[in-house]
């Protein structure tokens, strides 16, 4: 089907291709030199018969050619808009060393300093992309001055160093695979087979269970040096971060921004955060959350209608397709969109729901109970059946075979009477005590139909170490700490007959690399480590808990489903 009629299939926002596209010219390899004298190279689409035009500025490390075209924004240009597209230092043809995340302020502002000087160049422009090019966008967008005009930027965040180390562990399986991709991508084939080889390279070598220091040799036969700086500068407030994170500069960004993510996307909980930013800073920014991870190619469409729209509206005065609620997400579970003023969603409630003793879960209180308890061993770590991943598909799965290890805590409500929507942040509250100072907890959040089948929702987790913040500590219960632990966002339905079910456990290997329990520095940690005794305490003096964000339905909050499909089996009331 071609891309124009597959676009038209879209509903709303109403913007329709016109029957022939019009012809773009096209001039390669255009140089521009950064202040340090390296050439940075940039290709130029000019709608033809168009003498001014508002510029879209890309820059990527991942080519600007063949099938990357279209990612990086081609189709906007026969509507009327220039696009140049960069390739960032150090990849494709472009000169100096590709050291992720770290040039791409300096290097952005310089390349909007060229931009302004050039004769074609009306003022104006914006930015756009996914994943990289998001973030290089917002490296300069606090600074770009007054010719930015609109940012539309796709499952990505304004720091990458939180999706890094996922809770202050290490994200072995996607920081390792992304790696591997950004080695392999020149290679023949390039993009096209790079994700999954790389990926299961990654896996190979993790499952290896080998010290994280020896897996970029034992995944790409070579030490890679941005796995290394990751394992070098775990620590918080590494100088390796500081010109690498703008999470503190997105309020000073003037620019309307609108944001895209999917509800089982690795970035996900760092653009809301963004979005949060800029609302606290006094903006207006869009956000649009479907039933998406970071590989999934169907939000492509959505994406680029969205910024086709946007940038209609900020680079042309066109508001006629921009939507009226800046907030717009896809439920799982009902299988229907919904706008809101907001997020979190105007009226939303937080219900506190107890883990029981054996395994119950519910609003009812605390029972005084012995905690419950479980061994996690690091030479054998609980594995993670599904979850958010950055190069493979991050699907729902059933997750009733993890249910059985004995290192798997499983809490689980009686059959809901009534549909349960939960839209908002998800915390737990959690009492616990490890028989380690440095040990990991994570909890993760399932819908069990009524067959059984127990699938993943949205999960987090916190490292331990001895400098975390203890609670206060009952008479008589020595080494109970109490801990909130982040999950994912979430906007789900668990409807009628299903039940809610709560995991808490110690280890997702291999997205989340095994703590050894030694409190050894990552990169020098010896596998496996040693054993850790966990306990999950529930009394009325240990209230551990799970904190659901309730939301009622409002019928005038949903609306047509503008192109998404939900393959995420949940199926719907």
Not at 100 to 113: H, I, S, Y
Not at 262 to 284: Q, T
Not at 331 to 339: F, I, K, L, M, Q
Not at 386 to 406: A, C, F, W
């Amino acid at each position: 089907m071609a891309l124009r009629d597959r676009l038209d299939r879209l509903p709303p926002p109403p913007i329709r291709l016109t029957r022939s596209l019009p012809r773009y010219t096209v001039e390669r390899d255009i140089p521009v030199a950064m202040p340090d004298g390296v050439t940075l190279l940039a290709d130029r689409y000019v709608p033809r018969g168009v003498r001014s035009a508002p510029t879209i500025l890309v820059r990527t490390p991942y080519g600007r050619r063949g099938p990357a075209a279209v990612l990086n924004g081609l189709p906007f240009v026969p509507f009327g808009f220039q696009l140049l597209v960069q390739s960032v230092r150090g990849t494709f043809g472009s000169g100096g060393e590709f050291d992720p995340l770290g040039n791409e302020r300096e290097d952005g502002l310089a390349t909007v300093a060229w931009l302004r000087e050039q004769p074609w160049f009306d003022g104006s422009f914006a930015t756009y992309g996914a994943s990289y090019l998001g973030y290089s966008a917002w490296a300069l967008a606090a600074e770009a001055g007054p010719g930015l005009k609109a940012m539309a930027l796709q499952i990505t965040a304004s720091s990458f160093r939180e999706a890094a180390y996922v809770g202050g562990s290490f994200a072995l399986e996607s920081t390792l695979g992304w790696t591997e991709l950004t080695r392999r991508q020149t290679s023949t084939l390039g993009l096209l087979t790079a994700p999954l080889l790389s990926r299961r390279r990654a896996l190979r070598a993790a499952r290896s269970l080998r010290p994280l220091s020896e897996l970029d040799v034992l995944a790409g036969g070579e030490p890679m040096r941005f796995y290394r700086d990751l394992l070098a500068n775990h620590e918080s407030g590494a100088d390796y971060w500081r010109r690498r994170d703008f999470s503190g500069t997105v309020g000073q960004v003037g620019a309307p921004v609108t944001l895209l993510g999917g509800w089982y996307d690795v970035f996900l909980p760092w653009e809301i955060k963004d979005y949060l930013a800029l609302r606290a800073a006094g903006h207006r920014p869009y956000l649009t959350i479907g039933p998406w991870w970071h590989a999934d190619a169907r939000h492509n469409l959505v994406s680029f209608r969205e910024a086709l729209a946007w940038f209609k509206a900020h680079l042309r005065g066109d508001f006629s397709a921009v939507r009226a609620n800046p907030v717009r997400l896809y439920v799982t579970g009902s299988r229907e969109w919904r706008d809101y003023r907001d997020w979190p969603p105007p009226g939303m409630r937080q219900e506190r729901w107890h883990l029981h003793g054996g395994g119950g879960l519910g609003e009812d209180g605390p029972q005084d109970i012995r905690p419950s308890a479980y061994r996690f061993d690091p030479s054998d770590p609980t594995p993670a059946l599904g979850g958010p991943s950055l190069l493979g598909s991050s699907k729902p799965v059933d997750n009733r075979p993890l249910e059985k290890r004995r290192d798997v805590l499983v809490f689980t409500s009686a059959v809901l009477r009534k549909d349960l929507d939960l839209i908002g942040p998800v915390v737990a509250d959690l009492f616990v005590r490890s028989s380690r100072e440095h040990t990991d907890f994570l909890v993760r959040l399932c819908d069990v139909a009524p067959d059984g089948t127990s699938r993943n929702v949205c999960e987090g987790g916190l490292r331990l170490d001895p400098d975390h913040p203890v609670a206060d500590k009952p008479v008589g219960t020595e080494g109970v700490r109490r801990v909130a632990i982040d999950l994912w966002p979430i906007g789900h339905r668990f409807c009628r007959g299903h039940r809610v079910r709560v995991h808490v456990t110690s280890g997702a290997y291999p997205k989340v690399a095994v703590n050894p329990g030694t409190g050894e520095p990552l990169a020098t940690a010896a596998a496996p480590g040693v054993p850790a005794d966990q306990e999950v305490f529930h009394d009325p003096d240990h209230p551990s808990a799970i904190l659901l964000p309730v939301v009622e339905r409002s019928p005038e909050a949903a609306v047509s489903d503008p192109g998404a499909e939900d393959s995420s089996d949940f199926g719907a009331c």
